[in-house]
């Protein structure tokens, strides 16, 4: 059994004002899907954007929202999300702090 | 794109003291796995226990331990466990407040 702090995991930088830590995925043995945790600084903004792959996502800690095809979907703890393949969505952190959230995914061909 | 509070989602019994919640899955139109909150009531305890499908776990809140082959492994929030297949593990609640924490599964074959 791995078991690991998340805080311990090395962040990758996404882009301005967003990381990623890969939390658990293929290094660690897992078969078939990874477990990510993203921030974004207040302000961050990941752009809209889509992938073949589905998304399930709890927010941690923060305020934000997502943009989908409905319009605008709020972030905060406790919430969860789940975007389909092929479906566009982009992120804003729109509190103060940092906006924090798990998000799994497949794993994709190499 | 669903989203949803996980206090929302409706409470199912596991056993005495452990309640899961179902967030995202099947019926949500999830291709490959499942997102669920399970919580442990104080002292809450299940059993050592094997099954064919990973684990990748998210502690949220609260204290407890995961007994596994090596021993026990600390549970508290921020802490991610992946759990590989056919590997032993049963979980006990050791804190004073409710044990919270995301697992996450491939679908399984129905």
């Known amino acids: 059994m791995l078991n690991r702090d998340y805080r311990e995991v090395p962040v ?4 301005e004002g967003i990381t990623i830590r890969w939390v658990v995925g293929r290094p660690e043995g897992a078969p078939n899907f990874a477990m990510r945790v993203i ?3 207040p302000g ?7 992938h073949p792959y589905e998304h399930e996502i ?7 929202v997502v943009e ?5 979907v709020p972030m905060r703890p406790g919430i969860a999300l789940y975007v ?7 992120y ?5 702090g940092v906006l924090r959230f798990i998000c799994v995914i497949p794993h994709l061909e190499e």
Chains 1, 2 share one sequence.
């Open 12 to 15: 990758e930088p996404v882009s």
């Open 68 to 72: 989908g095809p409905e319009g605008e």
């Open 84 to 90: 389909p393949p092929d479906e566009p969505h982009g």
């Open 58 to 64: 709890f927010v941690l800690e923060g305020e934000g």
């Open 39 to 41: 921030e974004f600084a």
């Open 92 to 96: 804003r952190n729109t509190g103060e």
């Open 44 to 50: 961050a903004v990941f752009a809209r954007h889509e």
